[in-house]
Protein backbone atom coordinates (compact mmCIF):
# COMPACT_ATOMS: atom_id res chain seq x y z
CA UNK A 1 0.00 0.00 0.00
CA UNK A 2 1.67 3.18 -0.88
CA UNK A 3 2.18 6.03 1.78
CA UNK A 4 -0.34 9.12 2.58
CA UNK A 5 1.55 12.02 2.94
CA UNK A 6 -1.01 14.23 3.53
CA UNK A 7 -1.47 12.86 7.33
CA UNK A 8 -0.57 13.72 10.13
CA UNK A 9 2.77 11.93 12.03
CA UNK A 10 1.59 10.81 15.35
CA UNK A 11 4.52 12.03 17.81
CA UNK A 12 6.54 10.05 20.11
CA UNK A 13 5.71 7.13 18.05
CA UNK A 14 8.01 4.44 19.50
CA UNK A 15 8.71 0.92 18.49
CA UNK A 16 5.40 0.54 19.86
CA UNK A 17 3.01 1.76 17.10
CA UNK A 18 -0.10 0.36 17.26
CA UNK A 19 -2.31 -1.65 14.81
CA UNK A 20 -5.37 -2.99 16.67
CA UNK A 21 -6.67 -5.37 14.56
CA UNK A 22 -11.40 -4.97 13.62
CA UNK A 23 -12.96 -7.61 15.84
CA UNK A 24 -16.27 -8.82 14.98
CA UNK A 25 -19.03 -8.66 17.75
CA UNK A 26 -18.93 -12.27 17.89
CA UNK A 27 -15.56 -11.78 18.33
CA UNK A 28 -15.40 -9.11 20.78
CA UNK A 29 -18.02 -11.52 22.49
CA UNK A 30 -15.54 -14.36 22.53
CA UNK A 31 -12.14 -12.07 24.21
CA UNK A 32 -14.25 -10.45 26.88
CA UNK A 33 -17.15 -12.70 27.80
CA UNK A 34 -15.79 -15.52 27.14
CA UNK A 35 -11.91 -14.97 27.76
CA UNK A 36 -12.09 -18.38 30.03
CA UNK A 37 -13.41 -20.51 28.48
CA UNK A 38 -10.87 -20.34 25.60
CA UNK A 39 -8.71 -20.53 28.13
CA UNK A 40 -9.63 -23.54 28.78
CA UNK A 41 -10.21 -24.99 25.83
CA UNK A 42 -6.07 -23.54 24.82
CA UNK A 43 -5.46 -25.94 27.85
CA UNK A 44 -6.91 -29.06 27.08
CA UNK A 45 -6.40 -28.91 23.53
CA UNK A 46 -2.61 -27.33 22.67
CA UNK A 47 -1.20 -24.91 21.59
CA UNK A 48 -1.62 -23.70 18.90
CA UNK A 49 -5.50 -23.55 18.51
CA UNK A 50 -7.42 -22.62 15.83
CA UNK A 51 -10.70 -21.03 16.52
CA UNK A 52 -13.13 -20.60 13.59
CA UNK A 53 -16.44 -19.20 13.16
CA UNK A 54 -18.77 -20.25 10.67
CA UNK A 55 -21.33 -17.68 11.26
CA UNK A 56 -19.26 -14.78 10.16
CA UNK A 57 -18.22 -16.69 7.11
CA UNK A 58 -21.88 -17.14 6.48
CA UNK A 59 -22.77 -13.39 6.55
CA UNK A 60 -19.79 -12.86 4.53
CA UNK A 61 -20.99 -15.21 1.99
CA UNK A 62 -24.45 -13.60 1.90
CA UNK A 63 -23.08 -10.07 1.68
CA UNK A 64 -21.53 -11.00 -1.66
CA UNK A 65 -25.06 -12.82 -2.87
CA UNK A 66 -26.67 -9.77 -2.53
CA UNK A 67 -24.04 -7.71 -4.73
CA UNK A 68 -24.94 -9.87 -7.43
CA UNK A 69 -28.67 -9.38 -6.74
CA UNK A 70 -28.39 -5.41 -6.53
CA UNK A 71 -27.00 -5.48 -9.52
CA UNK A 72 -28.96 -8.03 -11.64
CA UNK A 73 -26.62 -10.56 -11.99
CA UNK A 74 -26.16 -13.93 -12.24
CA UNK A 75 -23.01 -14.31 -10.12
CA UNK A 76 -21.55 -17.28 -8.90
CA UNK A 77 -19.43 -17.90 -5.71
CA UNK A 78 -17.08 -20.25 -5.30
CA UNK A 79 -14.87 -20.45 -2.12
CA UNK A 80 -10.98 -20.85 -2.51
CA UNK A 81 -10.62 -23.25 -0.63
CA UNK A 82 -7.36 -23.22 -0.37
CA UNK A 83 -7.94 -20.39 2.12
CA UNK A 84 -8.39 -22.28 4.83
CA UNK A 85 -8.79 -26.06 5.62
CA UNK A 86 -11.62 -26.22 7.95
CA UNK A 87 -14.47 -28.36 7.18
CA UNK A 88 -17.31 -26.75 8.83
CA UNK A 89 -16.69 -23.52 6.04
CA UNK A 90 -17.34 -26.02 3.00
CA UNK A 91 -20.22 -27.62 4.98
CA UNK A 92 -21.28 -23.91 5.03
CA UNK A 93 -20.88 -23.42 1.12
CA UNK A 94 -23.31 -26.67 0.81
CA UNK A 95 -25.84 -24.97 3.28
CA UNK A 96 -25.61 -21.89 1.40
CA UNK A 97 -25.83 -23.02 -2.15
CA UNK A 98 -22.13 -22.12 -3.16
CA UNK A 99 -19.81 -23.34 -4.63
CA UNK A 100 -15.89 -24.22 -3.79
CA UNK A 101 -13.02 -23.49 -6.05
CA UNK A 102 -10.39 -26.75 -5.63
CA UNK A 103 -7.20 -27.84 -6.63
CA UNK A 104 -6.62 -31.64 -5.62
CA UNK A 105 -8.25 -34.46 -5.12
CA UNK A 106 -8.09 -33.76 -1.34
CA UNK A 107 -9.97 -30.79 -1.60
CA UNK A 108 -12.42 -32.35 -4.17
CA UNK A 109 -13.34 -35.00 -2.27
CA UNK A 110 -13.57 -33.00 0.84
CA UNK A 111 -15.99 -30.52 -0.80
CA UNK A 112 -18.20 -33.71 -1.71
CA UNK A 113 -18.43 -34.92 1.90
CA UNK A 114 -19.21 -31.67 2.97
CA UNK A 115 -22.21 -31.70 0.82
CA UNK A 116 -21.34 -29.10 -2.47
CA UNK A 117 -22.98 -31.15 -5.34
CA UNK A 118 -20.02 -31.50 -8.34
CA UNK A 119 -21.49 -28.95 -10.92
CA UNK A 120 -20.65 -26.44 -8.36
CA UNK A 121 -17.42 -27.24 -7.83
CA UNK A 122 -14.50 -25.37 -9.74
CA UNK A 123 -11.16 -27.19 -10.55
CA UNK A 124 -8.06 -24.64 -11.34
CA UNK A 125 -4.63 -25.17 -10.75
CA UNK A 126 -1.93 -26.08 -13.62
CA UNK A 127 -1.78 -29.48 -15.23
CA UNK A 128 -4.21 -31.41 -12.90
CA UNK A 129 -3.44 -35.16 -12.41
CA UNK A 130 -5.50 -37.99 -14.13
CA UNK A 131 -7.48 -38.70 -11.00
CA UNK A 132 -8.56 -35.06 -10.01
CA UNK A 133 -9.68 -34.99 -13.69
CA UNK A 134 -11.83 -38.49 -13.99
CA UNK A 135 -13.51 -36.78 -10.52
CA UNK A 136 -14.01 -33.71 -12.58
CA UNK A 137 -15.43 -35.62 -15.37
CA UNK A 138 -17.63 -37.66 -13.62
CA UNK A 139 -18.97 -35.42 -11.26
CA UNK A 140 -19.79 -32.37 -14.03
CA UNK A 141 -16.92 -29.58 -12.48
CA UNK A 142 -16.55 -26.85 -13.86
CA UNK A 143 -12.42 -27.21 -15.06
CA UNK A 144 -10.03 -24.29 -15.58
CA UNK A 145 -7.80 -25.56 -19.21
CA UNK A 146 -4.26 -24.16 -18.31
CA UNK A 147 -2.08 -25.35 -21.17
CA UNK A 148 -2.79 -27.59 -24.16
CA UNK A 149 -1.39 -31.07 -23.17
CA UNK A 150 -4.23 -30.58 -20.23
CA UNK A 151 -6.74 -30.33 -22.52
CA UNK A 152 -5.91 -33.04 -24.68
CA UNK A 153 -5.28 -35.40 -21.58
CA UNK A 154 -9.37 -34.03 -20.74
CA UNK A 155 -10.48 -34.69 -23.83
CA UNK A 156 -8.85 -38.14 -24.32
CA UNK A 157 -10.30 -39.03 -20.76
CA UNK A 158 -13.79 -37.73 -21.82
CA UNK A 159 -13.82 -39.41 -24.86
CA UNK A 160 -12.80 -42.57 -23.35
CA UNK A 161 -15.44 -42.50 -20.52
CA UNK A 162 -18.43 -41.43 -22.54
CA UNK A 163 -18.66 -38.00 -20.91
CA UNK A 164 -18.43 -34.47 -21.82
CA UNK A 165 -16.11 -32.27 -19.87
CA UNK A 166 -17.31 -28.85 -19.07
CA UNK A 167 -14.10 -26.21 -19.73
CA UNK A 168 -13.12 -23.06 -19.08
CA UNK A 169 -9.70 -21.60 -20.90
CA UNK A 170 -7.64 -20.21 -18.66
CA UNK A 171 -6.04 -16.80 -20.86
CA UNK A 172 -2.41 -15.31 -19.80
CA UNK A 173 -3.25 -11.12 -20.16
CA UNK A 174 -0.41 -9.82 -22.06
CA UNK A 175 0.41 -7.51 -18.70
CA UNK A 176 1.23 -10.63 -16.94
CA UNK A 177 3.89 -12.35 -19.57
CA UNK A 178 6.24 -13.47 -17.11
CA UNK A 179 3.24 -15.66 -14.97
CA UNK A 180 3.66 -19.39 -15.47
CA UNK A 181 -0.26 -19.75 -15.55
CA UNK A 182 -2.20 -19.56 -18.42
CA UNK A 183 -2.70 -19.93 -21.93
CA UNK A 184 -0.74 -17.65 -24.35
CA UNK A 185 -2.53 -15.74 -27.69
CA UNK A 186 -1.71 -18.99 -29.69
CA UNK A 187 -2.06 -21.11 -27.36
CA UNK A 188 -5.90 -19.74 -26.81
CA UNK A 189 -6.50 -20.51 -30.48
CA UNK A 190 -5.45 -23.90 -30.82
CA UNK A 191 -7.16 -24.88 -27.93
CA UNK A 192 -10.27 -23.23 -29.74
CA UNK A 193 -9.84 -25.50 -31.87
CA UNK A 194 -9.58 -28.40 -30.29
CA UNK A 195 -12.60 -27.70 -28.61
CA UNK A 196 -14.25 -27.06 -32.02
CA UNK A 197 -13.22 -30.32 -33.21
CA UNK A 198 -13.62 -31.99 -29.96
CA UNK A 199 -17.29 -30.65 -28.88
CA UNK A 200 -18.16 -34.56 -27.82
CA UNK A 201 -15.26 -34.22 -25.26
CA UNK A 202 -15.11 -30.83 -24.13
CA UNK A 203 -18.27 -28.47 -23.69
CA UNK A 204 -16.63 -24.54 -23.36
CA UNK A 205 -18.08 -22.24 -21.09
CA UNK A 206 -15.80 -19.24 -21.06
CA UNK A 207 -13.06 -18.30 -19.62
CA UNK A 208 -10.83 -17.22 -16.82
CA UNK A 209 -7.48 -15.63 -16.25
CA UNK A 210 -4.96 -15.38 -13.24
CA UNK A 211 -4.34 -11.83 -12.01
CA UNK A 212 -1.79 -11.48 -8.80
CA UNK A 213 -2.63 -8.14 -6.76
CA UNK A 214 -5.97 -6.23 -5.72
CA UNK A 215 -6.22 -3.52 -9.11
CA UNK A 216 -9.51 -2.78 -9.19
CA UNK A 217 -9.07 -1.55 -13.01
CA UNK A 218 -6.82 -4.04 -14.30
CA UNK A 219 -9.23 -6.57 -12.91
CA UNK A 220 -11.98 -5.32 -14.63
CA UNK A 221 -10.48 -4.57 -18.12
CA UNK A 222 -9.39 -8.00 -18.27
CA UNK A 223 -12.63 -9.23 -17.55
CA UNK A 224 -14.34 -7.19 -20.59
CA UNK A 225 -11.99 -8.42 -22.63
CA UNK A 226 -12.73 -11.89 -22.05
CA UNK A 227 -16.41 -11.12 -22.39
CA UNK A 228 -15.64 -10.04 -25.89
CA UNK A 229 -13.88 -13.66 -26.35
CA UNK A 230 -16.99 -14.83 -24.87
CA UNK A 231 -18.61 -12.71 -28.06
CA UNK A 232 -16.59 -14.31 -30.45
CA UNK A 233 -16.56 -17.57 -28.87
CA UNK A 234 -20.32 -17.30 -29.60
CA UNK A 235 -20.46 -16.26 -33.20
CA UNK A 236 -17.84 -18.92 -33.70
CA UNK A 237 -20.64 -21.83 -32.47
CA UNK A 238 -19.98 -22.34 -28.85
CA UNK A 239 -23.01 -21.17 -27.78
CA UNK A 240 -22.68 -22.26 -24.08
CA UNK A 241 -19.83 -19.64 -23.84
CA UNK A 242 -21.24 -17.29 -21.72
CA UNK A 243 -19.05 -17.41 -18.20
CA UNK A 244 -15.98 -15.20 -17.35
CA UNK A 245 -14.27 -16.44 -14.12
CA UNK A 246 -12.51 -13.14 -12.26
CA UNK A 247 -10.44 -15.32 -9.42
CA UNK A 248 -10.05 -13.88 -6.51
CA UNK A 249 -8.22 -10.26 -5.45
CA UNK A 250 -10.39 -8.78 -2.91
CA UNK A 251 -8.98 -7.45 -0.05
CA UNK A 252 -9.45 -7.64 3.70
CA UNK A 253 -9.39 -4.68 5.92
CA UNK A 254 -7.25 -5.89 9.13
CA UNK A 255 -7.14 -2.51 10.77
CA UNK A 256 -8.18 1.24 10.26
CA UNK A 257 -7.04 2.69 7.09
CA UNK A 258 -5.80 5.71 8.88
CA UNK A 259 -3.60 3.88 11.61
CA UNK A 260 -2.26 1.88 8.75
CA UNK A 261 -1.10 4.53 6.47
CA UNK A 262 0.75 6.31 9.55
CA UNK A 263 1.81 3.23 10.35
CA UNK A 264 3.66 2.91 6.92
CA UNK A 265 4.92 6.62 7.37
CA UNK A 266 6.82 5.75 10.18
CA UNK A 267 7.64 2.28 9.55
CA UNK A 268 11.89 1.40 10.32
CA UNK A 269 14.29 -1.89 11.14
CA UNK A 270 14.72 -0.28 14.95
CA UNK A 271 10.82 -1.15 14.88
CA UNK A 272 11.95 -5.35 14.94
CA UNK A 273 13.85 -8.01 16.39
CA UNK A 274 17.21 -8.03 15.22
CA UNK A 275 16.59 -4.65 12.72
CA UNK A 276 14.60 -7.09 10.33
CA UNK A 277 13.20 -5.90 7.14
CA UNK A 278 11.19 -7.29 4.59
CA UNK A 279 9.82 -7.17 0.97
CA UNK A 280 6.68 -6.01 1.29
CA UNK A 281 3.45 -6.01 3.51
CA UNK A 282 -0.51 -6.91 2.49
CA UNK A 283 -2.23 -4.08 2.52
CA UNK A 284 -3.81 -4.57 6.06
CA UNK A 285 -5.35 -1.18 5.29
CA UNK A 286 -7.36 -0.94 2.50
CA UNK A 287 -9.66 1.51 1.99
CA UNK A 288 -12.18 -0.50 -0.02
CA UNK A 289 -12.71 -4.38 0.95
CA UNK A 290 -15.11 -7.37 0.56
CA UNK A 291 -18.26 -6.79 -0.84
CA UNK A 292 -17.69 -3.21 -1.65
CA UNK A 293 -14.60 -4.16 -3.77
CA UNK A 294 -17.17 -6.33 -5.63
CA UNK A 295 -19.25 -3.09 -5.82
CA UNK A 296 -15.97 -1.11 -6.90
CA UNK A 297 -15.22 -4.17 -9.80
CA UNK A 298 -19.21 -4.12 -11.17
CA UNK A 299 -19.30 -0.67 -11.26
CA UNK A 300 -15.96 -0.03 -12.86
CA UNK A 301 -16.71 1.13 -17.00
CA UNK A 302 -14.45 -0.70 -19.10
CA UNK A 303 -15.53 0.88 -22.42
CA UNK A 304 -17.49 4.15 -23.52
CA UNK A 305 -18.80 4.72 -19.98
CA UNK A 306 -20.42 1.12 -19.68
CA UNK A 307 -19.71 -0.08 -16.87
CA UNK A 308 -18.57 -4.10 -15.93
CA UNK A 309 -21.60 -4.90 -14.58
CA UNK A 310 -23.65 -3.20 -17.55
CA UNK A 311 -21.59 -5.38 -20.09
CA UNK A 312 -21.99 -8.52 -18.46
CA UNK A 313 -25.65 -8.44 -18.19
CA UNK A 314 -26.34 -7.18 -21.35
CA UNK A 315 -24.71 -10.16 -23.22
CA UNK A 316 -26.13 -12.49 -20.19
CA UNK A 317 -22.57 -13.31 -19.61
CA UNK A 318 -22.32 -14.99 -16.15
CA UNK A 319 -19.50 -13.60 -13.38
CA UNK A 320 -17.99 -16.10 -10.95
CA UNK A 321 -15.25 -15.12 -8.30
CA UNK A 322 -13.36 -16.79 -6.42
CA UNK A 323 -13.11 -15.55 -2.72
CA UNK A 324 -11.02 -17.28 0.02
CA UNK A 325 -9.44 -14.65 2.66
CA UNK A 326 -12.69 -12.03 1.12
CA UNK A 327 -15.24 -15.10 2.27
CA UNK A 328 -13.01 -15.58 5.78
CA UNK A 329 -12.80 -12.40 7.08
CA UNK A 330 -12.90 -12.27 10.83
CA UNK A 331 -14.31 -15.86 10.52
CA UNK A 332 -11.33 -17.33 12.95
CA UNK A 333 -8.53 -16.80 15.53
CA UNK A 334 -5.45 -18.59 16.79
CA UNK A 335 -4.43 -18.82 20.47
CA UNK A 336 -0.65 -19.19 21.57
CA UNK A 337 0.24 -20.69 25.13
CA UNK A 338 3.45 -18.55 26.40
CA UNK A 339 6.26 -20.93 27.34
CA UNK A 340 9.06 -18.61 28.64
CA UNK A 341 10.03 -14.46 28.44
CA UNK A 342 13.52 -13.25 28.33
CA UNK A 343 12.76 -10.22 29.56
CA UNK A 344 15.54 -7.61 28.50
CA UNK A 345 13.70 -4.39 28.53
CA UNK A 346 17.11 -3.26 31.14
CA UNK A 347 19.54 -4.22 28.01
CA UNK A 348 17.72 -3.87 24.92
CA UNK A 349 14.90 -2.21 25.70
CA UNK A 350 11.95 -5.26 25.18
CA UNK A 351 11.00 -9.08 25.61
CA UNK A 352 11.34 -12.11 23.82
CA UNK A 353 8.51 -13.91 23.97
CA UNK A 354 8.17 -17.70 23.64
CA UNK A 355 5.27 -19.66 22.52
CA UNK A 356 3.77 -23.19 22.45
CA UNK A 357 3.84 -23.21 18.26
CA UNK A 358 5.73 -22.02 15.24
CA UNK A 359 5.44 -19.20 12.52
CA UNK A 360 4.06 -22.14 10.27
CA UNK A 361 0.69 -21.66 11.87
CA UNK A 362 0.81 -17.73 10.61
CA UNK A 363 1.43 -18.34 7.19
CA UNK A 364 2.28 -14.69 6.27
CA UNK A 365 5.82 -14.99 8.14
CA UNK A 366 6.76 -17.46 5.48
CA UNK A 367 6.47 -15.12 2.65
CA UNK A 368 9.12 -12.55 3.39
CA UNK A 369 6.22 -10.43 5.55
CA UNK A 370 4.94 -9.61 8.34
CA UNK A 371 1.79 -10.61 10.02
CA UNK A 372 1.19 -7.16 11.43
CA UNK A 373 -2.46 -6.50 13.44
CA UNK A 374 -1.48 -6.72 16.98
CA UNK A 375 -1.54 -9.59 18.92
CA UNK A 376 -3.77 -9.52 21.88
CA UNK A 377 -2.97 -10.71 25.16
CA UNK A 378 -5.82 -13.22 26.47
CA UNK A 379 -7.82 -11.99 29.51
CA UNK A 380 -6.67 -8.19 29.12
CA UNK A 381 -9.14 -5.71 27.50
CA UNK A 382 -7.36 -3.24 24.92
CA UNK A 383 -5.85 -0.01 26.10
CA UNK A 384 -3.58 2.74 25.63
CA UNK A 385 -1.42 1.41 28.10
CA UNK A 386 1.50 -0.33 26.18
CA UNK A 387 3.87 -1.37 29.19
CA UNK A 388 5.37 -4.70 27.86
CA UNK A 389 7.05 -4.72 25.02
CA UNK A 390 8.18 -7.67 22.91
CA UNK A 391 7.95 -9.47 20.10
CA UNK A 392 7.18 -12.90 19.92
CA UNK A 393 9.03 -16.24 18.82
CA UNK A 394 8.25 -19.83 18.11
CA UNK A 395 9.26 -22.73 19.95
CA UNK A 396 11.08 -24.79 17.01
CA UNK A 397 15.12 -24.28 16.34
CA UNK A 398 14.95 -22.08 13.66
CA UNK A 399 16.17 -18.96 14.21
CA UNK A 400 13.50 -17.41 11.39
CA UNK A 401 10.83 -19.13 13.69
CA UNK A 402 8.97 -15.39 14.57
CA UNK A 403 5.50 -15.17 14.93
CA UNK A 404 6.10 -11.56 15.43
CA UNK A 405 9.15 -9.91 14.58
CA UNK A 406 7.41 -6.27 15.23
CA UNK A 407 8.04 -5.14 19.11
CA UNK A 408 4.41 -4.97 20.16
CA UNK A 409 3.37 -3.10 23.49
CA UNK A 410 1.49 -5.17 25.30
CA UNK A 411 -0.95 -3.24 28.34
CA UNK A 412 0.79 -5.82 31.18
CA UNK A 413 3.64 -7.70 31.58
CA UNK A 414 3.55 -10.99 30.02
CA UNK A 415 3.94 -14.60 31.80
CA UNK A 416 4.26 -18.04 31.06
CA UNK A 417 0.94 -19.68 31.08
CA UNK A 418 -0.73 -16.85 29.55
CA UNK A 419 -2.26 -17.29 25.81
CA UNK A 420 -1.56 -14.46 23.54
CA UNK A 421 -4.73 -14.36 20.55
CA UNK A 422 -4.24 -13.69 16.69
CA UNK A 423 -6.65 -12.40 15.00
CA UNK A 424 -8.58 -13.02 11.87
CA UNK A 425 -6.12 -15.54 11.31
CA UNK A 426 -8.80 -17.68 9.30
CA UNK A 427 -7.86 -16.34 6.06
CA UNK A 428 -4.65 -18.38 4.73
CA UNK A 429 -2.67 -17.58 7.69
CA UNK A 430 -3.91 -20.43 10.31
CA UNK A 431 -3.11 -23.48 8.09
CA UNK A 432 -1.67 -22.95 4.66
CA UNK A 433 1.76 -24.01 5.72
CA UNK A 434 1.65 -26.11 8.74
CA UNK A 435 3.42 -29.32 9.15
CA UNK A 436 4.55 -31.56 12.16
CA UNK A 437 8.07 -29.91 11.67
CA UNK A 438 9.96 -31.51 15.41
CA UNK A 439 7.04 -34.31 14.87
CA UNK A 440 4.73 -31.82 16.46
CA UNK A 441 0.85 -32.53 15.97
CA UNK A 442 -1.13 -29.88 13.93
CA UNK A 443 -2.71 -27.95 15.65
CA UNK A 444 -7.05 -28.61 16.53
CA UNK A 445 -9.34 -26.74 14.88
CA UNK A 446 -12.79 -25.60 16.86
CA UNK A 447 -15.87 -24.58 15.51
CA UNK A 448 -17.24 -22.13 17.87
CA UNK A 449 -20.98 -20.62 17.51
CA UNK A 450 -22.36 -17.99 19.47
CA UNK A 451 -26.11 -16.86 19.11
CA UNK A 452 -26.50 -13.97 21.03
CA UNK A 453 -24.99 -11.97 24.19
CA UNK A 454 -26.77 -14.03 26.84
CA UNK A 455 -26.43 -17.35 25.21
CA UNK A 456 -23.79 -20.11 26.41
CA UNK A 457 -20.89 -21.09 23.91
CA UNK A 458 -21.01 -24.29 21.78
CA UNK A 459 -18.39 -25.43 20.40
CA UNK A 460 -16.80 -28.71 18.55
CA UNK A 461 -13.48 -30.09 17.19
CA UNK A 462 -14.05 -29.43 13.40
CA UNK A 463 -14.51 -32.57 10.83
CA UNK A 464 -16.60 -34.21 8.54
Known amino acids: ?167 LLRFRPPSQASSRFGLTATEYRAALECCASQKSGARLEGFSFHLSGYSTEKRAELAGQLIELCLQAQALGFKSCTQIDLGGGLPVQYVDPEQWCRFLQQDAPAQYHAGKTFSGFYPYGTIRHGADALRDLLDYPIEGGTSLAQKARQHGIDLVIEPGRALLDQAGLTLFEVLGVKDRHASEGYAIVTVQGSSLSLSEQWFNSEYLPDPQLLGHTESDAQVFLACVGGSTCLESDMLTWRKIGFPAPIQPGDRLVYLNTAGYQMDSNESPFHEASLPSKVVVELHDEASALHWRLDGL
Request: overall charge neutral.
Open 1 to 167: MERNDDLPLQQDLGPAFKLAPHQHPLVVSLLQRHASMLDELSRGLGSPLHIVLPQVFTENVQRFQRVFAEYGLTGTILYAKKANKADTFANACAKLGIGVDVASIGEFTKALAAGVRGERIGVSGPEKTEGLLNLALQHRSLIAIDSMSELQRLVALATSSGTTARV
